[in-house]
């Protein structure tokens, strides 16, 4: 039932891992004249903000692992909109790509991250990881899933720390070498902020397009039952 429970909440954990613009941020907090001191605030903000919204999620769902439930009804048709969503939302982000030899661009608030204040890097974690549109579907997919597996008491709780973490390792990852690698680890961060910068329209609808199709999926097996 475990090994079961781990595998529904997987794919939405590590498609929030993998969050292109969440990465650049931490990496130019860090990069900042505070980064020993905002990066793992930030990190701890995001560690709560995916926390919260999937412990939201199991109490308004707790009952949806009965298929004749209203709360597993409201599940299945929930998750058909927003696989729907996240479908037509990574058609739209590939369409929208940047032209062949333009370059890519981080959103203009980023390029005051590092001087932010202790309060907003803490704030902005816990907004960019529990507020975010497309992280409170995958988590709210993810938390379901574990329910309707029928975890429940510490199975549910490890499922939900799992997705947490899971969810969490790209940004925790960062703060940890940059605490732990000196000089090498800025310089690798660096380069995977690049990357990540140069491809993130193609990450972001890969991913929206793949996660919304598996959720999608999963809603209308759930209302052909």
Do not use: Y
């Amino acid at each position: 039932m475990l090994l079961q429970t781990m595998g529904a909440v997987l794919p939405a954990a590590l498609a929030v891992a993998l969050s292109p613009f969440p990465l650049v941020g931490i990496v130019l907090i860090l990069a900042g004249s505070r980064g020993r001191r905002n990066g793992p605030l930030f990190a701890a903000g995001w560690v709560a903000g995916l926390a919260v919204a999937a412990t939201v999620v199991v109490l308004v769902f707790g009952r949806a692992d009965d298929p004749d439930s209203t709360s597993s009804a409201i599940a299945d048709w929930g998750r058909v909109l927003a696989g729907a969503a996240l479908v037509v939302w990574g058609v739209r982000t590939w369409w929208t790509r940047p032209s062949a030899g333009e370059t890519a661009r981080p959103p203009r608030w980023m390029a005051s991250l590092g001087d932010v204040t202790a309060g907003r890097a803490l704030l902005l974690g816990a907004l960019l990881s529990g507020a975010n549109p497309k992280n409170l579907v995958l988590t709210a997919s993810a938390a379901t899933a574990a329910v309707e597996a029928g975890a429940h008491g510490s199975d549910l709780v490890l499922a939900v720390a799992l997705f947490v973490l899971l969810g969490s390792c790209t940004v925790l990852g960062a703060v940890a070498a940059h605490l732990l690698g000196g000089r090498r680890a800025a310089s690798f961060l660096d380069d995977v902020r690049k990357f990540m910068i140069a491809n993130s329209v193609v990450i972001t609808a890969v991913v929206l397009v793949l996660l919304g199709s598996n959720i999608l999926g999963d809603g209308l097996a759930g209302l052909g039952r």
